[in-house]
C-alpha cells in the first residue's frame, strides 16, 4: 500500500520545504517536491508542518534506559531500552555494555544476539563492548574490579562470544597485549574504538596503523592536548581517518570545545552519541551502573566522587544542541546522529537517511526537536 508524507523533510544534503516521501511496502519510492494525491485516502497521508521529518536516528553508544541496563543481561531489560528510545526518535541502536566479568559478558552478548524486536520498540543494530581491556587511570565510571589487561585470543573471544553481533570494541591501546587484540578485531571488521585511555600520540598513531579507526566519547576519560604531548585528544583532532564520537548534553565537553572537533574534523567524522544509562526517563535517584552506584540530579548522573557516569542525554537533544552551541545547519546536526553512524555500521544502503531505495524509518519532531511520531517501515512505532 502506497502512503505518503508531506512536510519539510531533512534530507543528507539539505532541508526541502513543503516536500514530500512516498512509500510502498515500507520502502522510499519517492522524495521531492510535494505532488497531488488526490486518490489517497486520508490514512494514507500525514502532514506534519510544524517542524521536520528526520530520518530515524542510530545510538551507537547507550548502555540504558527507562530503568533497564544492556548488563542486567535479560529480553525484558533489552525491550524496555527498545521502547523508551524510540519515543526520542532512535529507531536502532547498538547495545553497549560496561567493564564486566568475562563470562557475564558472553550472557549479556548472547542475550542482546538472541533478542527480537517487537511493534513500538527500535531495533538493536549489534554490541558495542566498551571494556574490559580499559587504563584504570581513566576508568571514568567503569567499575575498576573487572579492568582486565588484554591478551592474544581476547579479541577472537569477543568475536565469538556474540556469534557476529560485535560491532564496536572500546579498548585503551597502550596496554600490554592490545596490539594483538586489534589486529584480531580488526581482522574480523569489528570497529577498534580508543577510549578509556592515557595513550600518547604515538601510541594512538600506531594502534590506528593496526585499524583502530574510532575514539570513544572525545576529551572524556583520555590523555587531553598538550602542545608537547597531542596525547589522545589531539590525535582525534589530527588523524584524518579517525572517526571521533562526541556527548553534546553541554555537561562532559564545553560548547566550544565540541565547535573546534566539528571544524577540525568536519561534520562526516563526527558521531553524536547518547553514552546513555538506565535513568534516562526516569525520576532523580540512585542508579546502577555496573556495580556502582550513580545519582541522578539536575540533568546530570554522577558517582559520589562527582565523576561523570554516563549521562542523561538522548539524541535528539544532541543534535538541537549541536545546532546552537555550533551553528551546524540542522540536516548536518541530523547526519551525524543518522547518516554517518549508518556508514560506519555499513548498513547506509538502508537505513540512516531519507533518500529514494532506502527503508521508510522516518520520525516526525517540532521545531525544538522534540518527537512526535516514529515509523519503522512506514508502520507507526511511537506517537505522542
Known sequence: MKKVW??????????LKNGQITVEDGQIVYVGKQQTNEDLDQGQCVEWKEGYIWP???????????????????????????????????????ATTVTGEKDHLSKVMSTVKSWKRTQGKAEILGIHLEGPWICPAYKGAQNPEYIQFPKEGDGKWAYQASDGALKIVTLAPENEGAEHVIRELVERGVIVSIGHTNATYAEVEKAVELGASHITHTYNAMSG?????????????????????????????????????????GTAKVLLISDGIRAIDMPEGEYDLGGLRVATHAGKATLADGTLAGSLLTLNIAIMNTVRFTNTPIWEAVNMASLIPAKRLGVAHEIGSIEVGKRANMVAVKENGMVQQVWIDGIEQYSR
Open 225 to 265: 592536548f598538550h602542545h608537547r604531548e597531542p596525547g589522545v585528544v589531539g590525535a582525534a583532532l589530527a588523524l584524518d581517518n579517525v572517526y571521533t564520537e562526541v556527548i553534546v548534553d553541554g555537561y562532559h565537553v564545553h560548547p566550544k570545545a565540541v565547535d573546534v572537533l566539528i571544524k577540525t574534523k
Open 6 to 15: 508531506i512536510g519539510n523533510i531533512v534530507l543528507p544534503n539539505g532541508l
Open 56 to 94: 530515524g536516528l542510530l545510538d551507537i553508544h547507550v548502555h540504558g534506559a527507562g530503568g533497564a541496563d544492556v548488563m542486567d543481561g535479560n529480553d525484558a531489560a533489552l525491550s524496555t531500552i527498545a521502547a523508551t528510545l524510540i519515543q526520542y526518535g532512535v529507531t536502532g541502536f547498538l
